[in-house]
Nanobody
Framework: QVQLVESGGGLVQAGGSLRLSCRAS????????VGWYRQAPGKERELVAA???????NYKDIVKSRFTISRDNANNTVYLQMNSLKPEDTAVYYC???????????????WGQGTQVTVSS
């Protein structure tokens, strides 16, 4: 009933920038907190950035000053602007959103399928 689609990943050289998008569609009443996660090969999935419905943001320490999360509520879209990318940022990036739906009128977490970000030296 809810679908999250990430886009914007790709291959970039160290020091470059990418902007990831996560768009939600479906029988949505409201979108609450949204988080960007990433998972590198052989590593556990980790929370990189999060934003509440009111716009409050939190970041993993190692990406602060380089990454910015924002949301466009009118388009049910959340962005992750990534600047000064490093090879260690290479991972699959996933969007997770807590969404209240028409069908259940209760909130639940939904995951996107992920988008690959590869940063070369």
């Amino acid at each position: 009933q809810v679908q999250l689609v990430e886009s914007g990943g790709g291959l970039v050289q160290a020091g470059g920038s990418l902007r990831l998008s996560c768009r939600a569609s479906g029988r949505i009443v409201s979108i609450n907190a949204v988080g960007w996660y990433r998972q590198a090969p052989g590593k556990e999935r980790e929370l990189v950035a999060a934003i509440t419905s009111g716009g409050t943001t939190n970041y993993k320490d190692i990406v602060k000053s380089r990454f910015t999360i924002s949301r466009d509520n009118a388009n049910n879209t959340v962005y992750l602007q990534m600047n000064s990318l490093k090879p260690e940022d290479t991972a699959v990036y996933y969007c997770n959103a807590n969404v209240r739906t028409i069908a259940t009128w209760s909130s639940a977490d939904y995951w996107g399928q992920g988008t690959q970000v590869t940063v070369s030296s």
